[in-house]
């Protein structure tokens, strides 16, 4: 029974069913607003914590779990699963506060401190607590310090900084120049954009879900899905050779999964019309990449003039696409500039679909000049 189960959070843990589950588990909880109350997060945290505690009675998930780098990890998981928690249930009790016609917490005068003794005393007792936790860290575990650099025995895997294991991520799907450059300055660029876009006023003061849905479901999953999943995915789960583990498995560095990286051009001249690649210059280029380009063109272009239009307008089995609210809700330039960073945000899943169900690694390969999407 034990191995059965073993087995199924090892399946589980794959990158297609971990993302999956994840992304229609976070949907439902901002669907079914319940699961933010208390008794639904003590049972919650209790039966996290139960599986991370007994499942380091198994040798593998402890050899990766307890490594001293590791370790902050496992605490910042819990933490980013704690502060998500509160944030929703204070959001979603202000709203229950403000339906009854009532203050919310923000607005309660009980609910302000004076910043000396208060404040200063508080943080003063942090202070002295987190410098004994660190003392007694330091003391306790390792530091996490290895064999002066070789370049002829590098590590396998060989892994950046936890925070920037997200974007290493990245690279299994991306080009180095989009997800290095680009979609960090997007992320940046996008995240100081945000009050320029959304000038919604509601919410200002004090922290609601009800009247700032799209918002916080959209920050939230890009937050917890599209960045915190990937370090998680990247910090426990990828292994040798950059292969997924699951959490109960044995990193074999001999463990070889083949794959293989087809383009959209392949698809078209290799698998649909069994004719070799164009090859002869820069024509011949632009011609074996002629449907790769118009696919990433009607998405970076196209597609949001369309998300623009009136329901009514587009085919029945597309009208969830329409946006025209927002459009008149924004105006053109904010609408534009917002849906681009949306869009942008959604290639992510979109291309790791891609890549795990039909092996696709650029919709537009370009070898000769090194540019790839």
Request: net charge positive; aromatic share 18%.
């Amino acid at each position: 029974m034990l191995d059965i189960f073993k087995d199924l959070v090892n399946w589980v843990s794959g990158p297609t069913v971990l993302f999956t589950v994840t992304t229609v588990g976070l949907l439902l909880a901002f669907r079914f607003t319940a699961v933010w109350s208390r008794t639904s997060a003590k049972v919650f945290f209790v039966v996290l914590a139960v599986f991370y505690v007994a499942s380091m009675w198994d040798p593998n998930f402890f050899l990766i779990v307890a490594k001293p780098d590791n370790i902050p990890i496992t605490g910042v998981i819990f933490l980013v699963f704690f502060f998500t928690w509160y944030a929703m249930h204070q959001g979603i009790e202000n709203d229950r506060r403000r339906e009854a016609g009532e203050a919310p917490h923000e607005k309660k005068e009980g609910y302000k401190v004076w910043v000396w003794p208060d404040l200063v005393y508080t943080e003063m007792l942090a202070m002295v607590l987190l410098s004994i936790v660190l003392l007694v860290w330091s003391i306790l575990l390792a530091a996490p310090l290895e064999q002066p650099a070789n370049p002829a025995d590098s590590p396998n895997p060989s892994k950046a900084p936890w925070y920037f294991l997200g974007l290493q991520e990245m690279l299994v799907y991306f080009d180095p120049w989009l997800a290095g450059v680009v979609f960090p300055t997007l992320i940046i660029v996008g995240l100081m954009a945000i009050p320029y876009i959304d000038t919604n006023p509601k919410g200002n003061g004090y922290f609601t879900f009800r009247e700032r849905k799209v918002e916080i479901v959209i920050f939230l999953y890009g937050f917890l899905i599209l960045w915190s999943l990937l370090v998680i995915s990247g910090t426990f789960l990828r292994g040798p050779n950059w292969n997924f583990f699951g959490p109960y498995e044995y990193w074999d560095v001999h463990r070889v999964e083949p794959l293989l990286n087809v383009n959209v051009s392949d698809f078209f001249w290799v698998k649909l019309l069994s004719q070799p690649l164009p090859s002869g210059g820069f024509f011949a280029a632009l011609l074996r990449e002629w449907l790769g380009l118009i696919l990433v063109g009607a998405y970076v272009f196209v597609l949001p003039v369309v998300m623009s239009w009136p329901r009514e307008k587009l085919p029945k089995g597309f009208r969830w696409l329409s946006l025209r609210k927002y459009y008149e809700k924004m105006g053109p330039a904010r609408y534009y500039i917002g849906i681009s960073l949306f869009l942008m945000m959604m290639s992510l899943p979109i291309k790791m679909y891609l890549r795990w169900a039909f092996n696709l690694k650029y919709i537009v390969a370009f070898p000769e000049i090194f540019f790839n999407i």
